[in-house]
């Protein structure tokens, strides 16, 4: 089975720029989520889709950030425009159930954004 | 909303030895806690997870001990090797009621198993 696909794997931007990040889940999973990971810290739920549809986006800076799944199978996460502090690791994640069931998240490698 | 800490931030054990990381949680209505291994450059991977209703789990050389009055719980790691060399987290979800089964992460523990 093949797993949680992102890309780009590595991604250096200036401030005030923008940047997007794609997710491909594993198939057949209907829940997607987005998380970061500051350097140090464990990884900070963004946003959540059942689906296509968003079911908790309660910690995603909408003044910056937006994401989208359409088709509800591939994501793209946006941010627009960076700030230095949006440095960190963006990881994708699926699972086959509803985010209230006790299915396993499965990770992709993340994405590492660097804001100069 | 939940929140987890995470002890110690990092572990160093000798090659056969035991290691224990702890969290504690903040939310009573918590009821499912999986731990994650992420090594370098990937994503995390799920170990073993332990719900509520149960106070203990073991698989092979990883265990899990719930402790619901304390909010508290651990992982225990025996016989190490050098390959569980990595960071470790522990979460927290509500599988219940109206939540959407968010997890909240500890801070990460990071092991270093010598040879």
């Known amino acids: 089975e093949a797993g949680v696909a992102q890309s780009p794997r590595y991604k250096i931007i200036e401030k005030r720029q923008s940047v997007a990040f794609w997710c491909n889940p594993i198939?057949?999973?209907?829940?997607l989520y987005w998380y970061q990971q500051i350097l140090g810290q464990g990884p900070k739920l963004l946003i959540q889709f059942q689906n296509n549809g968003v079911v908790d986006d309660s910690q995603l800076p909408k003044d910056r950030f937006s994401a989208e799944r359409l088709k509800g199978v591939d994501s793209t996460l946006k941010i627009q425009p960076a700030k230095l502090e949006d440095s960190a690791v963006y990881l994708c994640a699926s699972s086959w159930g509803e985010p209230s069931s006790y299915n396993e998240q499965f990770f992709g490698p993340g994405t590492r954004l660097t804001v100069l | 909303g939940e929140n987890v800490e995470q002890h110690p931030s990092t572990l160093s054990v000798q090659e056969g030895d035991s290691a224990v990381i702890k969290c504690t949680y903040s939310?009573?209505?918590?009821?499912?806690f999986p731990w994650y291994k992420q090594e370098l450059g990937k994503g995390p991977q799920l170990i073993i997870d332990?719900?509520?209703?149960?106070g203990e789990k073991k698989d092979q050389r990883i265990a899990v001990t719930l402790n619901k009055t304390a909010k508290h719980f651990s992982l225990h790691i025996t016989e190490t090797q050098p390959e569980d060399s990595a960071v470790y987290f522990c979460?927290?979800?509500?599988?219940?009621?109206?939540?959407?089964?968010?997890?909240?992460f500890g801070q990460g523990t990071i092991l270093t198993v010598h040879p």
């Open positions: 198939s057949g999973h209907a829940t």
């Open positions: 939310d009573s209505a918590s009821n499912y």
């Open positions: 332990i719900r509520s209703n149960v």
């Open positions: 979460a927290a979800s509500m599988k219940s009621g109206t939540s959407y089964g968010k997890l909240t």
